[in-house]
């Protein structure tokens, strides 16, 4: 170590002393020439260095299953029979929904060969069978982990200094990412000597930046942190990077609705479906029943076996006493699994259930509902497609489409549950007098349903009639434009325009669409609307009533393309396929 400390500064002294030598007349001077420090590409420095510039390869670990590769998009993959084209990372998110589907039976991915690999120095390397691909994956350190820095960055760009084996500086290269420096580090041998540029500046994990200014502070910067974030290099798809921690707060953050039980192969869910578990931080849950009758019991978490476990105790809930593997947190749903033949999964209530409506109640006044859709005792009912809700602060509810409006009355209570209920009583429009249990509340968008039965609603913000929305304007200014002919109508890969080529399509104001054969109306009462929706995609609602042949093309039709003499709108079916409708001038 002594020697060591002793060549940097024999080396800081020598580059120091260089920077008035005419030798380095044709490279540019040294900045801070007297704090530059000279480090052999086999320093431990320099091993750091390349570990923080490697590539990558955890984020398909549900692929490849190491985190020393990847795999370069596009290439293809077969899951549970389903072949998929991976063109991007958003795409792996595919192959993982297919395995949740499966709940935990054994489902297989296999790789359609051959592909190209990413080695951790960004070499490529071309695979053309399993046999191969698991000999390189074999090189990763058991359980996935790899030798990559993921916690601290270098921000580019970055200059750096070569030198001689007598100190003189031989020439400087500036490297703009990742992967220039880890292969400017990979061409360089043993004894060679680099020096950056510094001050350098290093992104941390949690945003921040920091500065150094000599090797011994870059080497500090990246030791300290270099375990201090969690890299998700396991192959563990599932554990999302949650740990006792996070659990702990997903558990208490918000009441949980019971969505399904399986205890021993018995499926127990319609014993216990819609039971709402409150869990609280002293340790105690809190479990409802559908007539609101309270159990208490206890809960706590801990970490074991590299996974994280909830254990649960009742006296009287025998089917929840277990400690579960915690399988998954998803997006307001947790998986639990006790061994073969038992599994919990729950979903996040947090506005569903309140102990006061007045949140719900509030946001139904503020501005008009759209049906987006509305299911009443298994009949979906696509009359009322586009139908706005008006909520009034006198109970009072209208319900139209800008030429016929029913009125009723409207009330939200709570359950026995706590959870919300939407009642509507409209006589002379019994498709949406209900209960309507809430099953998912944003601004924007509400969501009434009992699952697994045959009522559903839901409804889409709309105020102020988007006026505020300039494209939404700029489409229904084109519309209200004049006659429209059906230029395309594809159903299955048909295109049966031809069927509709008699017939004009008006677009007026109030939302009234209509259908004439020369002047004479066909169809005088029907509704269109155009609005962005809540996930801010352009919709037309097309609704043209019972009783008529032109009901097929009732339907909230994403818009394509638009212009002042096309309209091009697409609706994907069940299964995969897309119904294409082209108005044009």
């Given at each position: 170590m002594k020697k060591f400390l002793s060549y940097l500064?024999?080396?800081?002294?020598?580059?120091?002393a260089m920077n008035f030598t005419s030798c380095q007349d044709e490279f540019e001077e040294?900045?801070?020439?007297?704090?530059?420090?000279?480090?052999?590409?086999?320093?431990?420095t320099a091993n750091l260095v390349e570990r923080t510039s490697s590539n990558d390869g955890s984020f398909d670990n549900i692929v490849d299953g190491s985190s020393c590769?990847?795999?370069?998009f596009p290439y293809t993959v077969e899951?549970?029979?389903?072949?998929?084209?991976?063109?991007?990372?958003?795409?792996?998110?595919?192959?993982?929904?297919?395995?949740?589907?499966?709940?935990?039976?054994?489902?297989?991915?296999?790789?359609?060969?051959?592909?190209?690999?990413?080695?951790a120095d960004y070499t490529e390397v071309v695979i053309n069978n399993k046999e191969d691909l698991r000999e390189l994956a074999a090189d990763c350190k058991e359980g996935g982990d790899d030798d990559d820095i993921e916690c601290i960055d270098f921000v580019y760009p970055v200059k750096l200094y070569t030198f001689s084996a007598n100190l003189q500086q031989t020439g400087s290269v500036v490297v703009n990412s990742d992967m220039e420096l880890r292969r400017f580090f990979k061409g360089l041998d043993d004894n060679d000597l680099v020096?950056?540029?510094?001050?350098?500046?290093?992104?941390l994990y949690d945003g921040t930046e920091i500065s150094v200014n000599s090797n011994a502070e870059l080497a500090n910067a990246i030791e300290n942190v270099k375990d201090a974030c969690d890299e998700d290099d396991d192959d563990d798809y599932n554990d999302d990077d949650f740990n006792k921690e996070r659990l702990d707060e997903y558990l208490v953050s918000c009441p949980m609705l019971v969505h399904e039980v399986k205890r021993n192969g018995i499926n127990q869910t319609d014993q216990y479906f819609e039971y709402i578990m409150n869990f609280k931080e002293n340790g105690t849950v809190i479990v409802k029943n559908r007539t609101g009758a309270a159990l208490e019991g206890t809960w706590s978490t801990r970490v074991g076996e590299n996974r994280v476990l909830l254990k649960l105790e009742f006296d009287v809930l025998v089917d929840f006493t277990l400690e579960?593997?915690?399988?998954?947190?998803?997006?307001?749903?947790?998986?639990?699994?006790?061994?073969?033949g038992n599994k919990i999964i729950m979903k996040k209530a947090c506005d569903i259930v309140n102990d006061t409506p007045d949140t719900l109640r509030e946001i139904l006044k503020e501005c008009s509902w759209v049906i987006k859709k509305v299911k009443n005792n298994g009949e979906e009912i696509d009359r009322l497609l586009g139908y706005k809700f008006t909520f009034g602060a006198n109970a009072e509810v209208t319900l139209s489409n800008g030429v016929n409006t029913s009125t009723g009355t409207w009330g939200i209570t709570t359950n026995a549950q706590g959870q919300l209920v939407m009642a509507v009583t409209m006589g002379d429009e019994p498709g949406v007098s209900f209960e309507w249990l809430l099953r998912d509340l944003t601004n924007k968008r509400l969501k009434f349903e009992i699952e697994d039965t045959a009522y559903e609603l839901i409804l889409e913000r709309h105020c102020n009639d988007n006026n505020e929305d300039g494209d939404v304007m700029e489409i229904r200014n084109y519309l209200m434009g004049g006659a429209w002919k059906i230029a395309q109508y594809t159903v299955n890969g048909s295109n049966t325009a031809s069927s509709y080529a008699e017939f004009d399509f008006f677009f007026s104001s109030n939302n009234v669409a209509t259908i004439s054969v020369n002047a004479d109306p066909i169809?005088?009462?029907?509704?269109?609307?155009?609005?962005?929706?809540?996930d801010g995609k352009l919709r037309c609602y097309l609704n043209y009533g019972e009783n008529n042949n032109f009901i097929v093309l009732t339907n909230d039709w994403r818009i394509v393309a638009v212009s002042s003499t096309r309209i091009e709108l697409r609706k994907e079916t069940t299964g995969g396929t897309e119904n294409i409708l082209v108005f044009e001038k």
């Open positions: 500064m024999y080396a800081g002294l020598l580059v120091f040294l900045p801070n020439g007297n704090q530059q420090e000279a480090i052999a590409a086999s320093s431990a590769i990847a795999v370069q899951v549970a029979g389903i072949q998929l084209t991976i063109d991007s990372r958003a795409d792996l998110q595919l192959i993982e929904e297919i395995f949740d589907s499966m709940d935990g039976n054994e489902v297989f991915l296999e790789i359609l060969f051959p592909i190209t690999i990413t080695l020096s950056f540029d510094f001050p350098l500046s290093l992104a579960w593997f915690v399988y998954e947190i998803e997006e307001g749903t947790i998986k639990l699994y006790a061994g073969e169809v005088d009462n029907g509704l269109w609307r155009i609005i962005r929706d809540s």
